[in-house]
């Protein structure tokens, strides 16, 4: 069976945020459409489905990484910030896009806390499977 892991990523979180939004019926909140995803951007993103593409990518995050936090994803997800003239310096991304997403997940079954040493979120059995579902499907049609 094929797994995450084999998958070209941007293929898996394309079909994850779309079988995310279809199926699986994650809802995007209100103040998404206007939100910043952190202060190093200016404006909001312009795709209307950024919201099922970043839960795809931080579902995909964990599943690779183990146990991660939610520190750790904003520094994923950081970038620089544009200051005009000086140098541009690193900004970790907004929390509150990731803090909703990984309850939004906890939610559906596919994250839990870890109460171990790291204390971040790992994969539940049911999110190795949905991903691995999905890998699975992507393979199939890729040899077809």
């Known amino acids: ?15 994850v945020a779309i ?6 019926k994650i809802p995007k909140p209100d103040w998404s459409d206007t939100v910043k995803t952190g202060s190093n951007k200016e404006r909001a993103p312009d795709d209307p489905n950024w919201w099922w593409m970043r839960t795809a990518s931080i579902l995909r995050k964990i599943y ?7 520190s750790k994803l904003r520094v994923e997800y950081g970038s620089a910030k544009n200051r ?6 690193f900004r970790k991304a907004g929390g509150k896009v990731i ?11 596919f994250t839990e806390k ?13 999110g190795c499977s949905y991903l691995d579902k999905i890998a699975s499907k992507l393979e199939k049609t890729d040899n077809v």
């Open 84 to 89: 005009g003239r000086r140098p541009e310096q």
């Open 99 to 109: 803090r909703t997403i990984l309850q939004q997940l906890d939610e559906a079954g």
């Open 64 to 70: 690779i990484g183990g146990p991660v936090g939610a």
């Open 19 to 24: 079988d995310l939004k279809d199926n699986v």
């Open 114 to 126: 870890d109460t171990n040493k790291f204390r971040g979120r790992k994969l539940t059995p049911k």
């Open 1 to 15: 069976m094929t797994t995450a892991f084999e998958i070209k990523p941007d293929k898996l979180i394309k079909a």
